[in-house]
């Protein structure tokens, strides 16, 4: 079973479009971290969420702890977005769970 | 600062040899955990050291084993390498546990090849 699911899996966007990416997880966590993979496998910690929302630049994310998820909102997508985004939950200390990451290319 | 420093970049092993892999954290972390990385299974949570204890332990077999050092450098190891092995292995540092509070910071990996 997956602790942790992600959608969509692959997601292409026109430059400029508004992107959404959702996580939801089936166990208690103290924190939810959305992480960025550029290919070459270099993993970039973008959030780290206990409740509410967190905004940098044009990333938002936000997570509601009573329905178990997570959204991670790219405003005004560029070609330089174009990664692999994946959510991951930490239950206890640093023993994640992660989703399967949902591959987003953005096309000028 | 420097970040999470990750060696061997690349390695390829034969079957049935075994690995070690480096990591030395940011300075005046003491969490490092690894993770195994595959296009099948994805990112796995393989163990967590803190201050030279294991904290923390995924599902691998016992072949799969670590070490943290006193100034919290870590390695893994992994004997008696079987196909299945070859992944991207990852390192990250944390001053503690993220879960209280403290951003995670990860290598650029040790991508290891079994032949």
């Known amino acids: 079973k997956n602790e942790v699911e992600q959608s969509p899996q692959n997601l292409t966007a026109q430059e400029g479009e508004f992107i959404t990416i959702n996580c939801s997880y089936s166990v208690g966590i103290s924190a939810l971290h959305w992480l960025q993979q550029h290919p070459g496998g270099g993993i970039v910690s973008l959030f780290m969420l206990s409740s509410g929302k967190k905004k940098h630049g044009r990333l938002i994310a936000t997570i509601n702890i009573q329905e178990k998820h997570s959204s991670l909102h790219i405003t005004a997508s560029h070609p330089r977005d174009s990664a692999v985004y994946i959510c991951?939950?930490?239950?206890?200390?640093?023993?994640?769970?992660f989703g399967t990451g949902t591959s987003l290319t953005v096309i000028p | 600062k420097a970040g999470v420093t990750q060696t061997p970049r690349y390695l390829i092993k034969t079957r049935g040899q075994q690995v070690t892999l480096s990591c030395s954290p940011i300075?005046?972390?003491?969490?490092v955990s690894w993770y195994q990385q595959t296009p099948g299974q994805g990112l796995q949570f393989l163990f967590e050291?803190?201050?030279?204890?294991?904290?923390n332990k995924g599902n691998f077999p016992g072949r799969f084993s670590g070490r943290q050092f006193s100034n919290s450098r870590s390695e893994m190891n992994v004997s008696t390498l079987e196909l299945g092995d070859s992944a991207l292995y990852l390192c990250a540092s944390s001053l503690n546990v993220p879960g209280a509070g403290n951003t995670i910071y990860f290598g650029e990996g040790s991508w290891l090849t079994v032949v």
């Open positions: 991951a939950v930490s239950p206890l200390g640093n023993q994640f769970y």
């Open positions: 300075s005046g972390h003491r969490s």
């Open positions: 050291y803190f201050s030279e204890t294991q904290r």
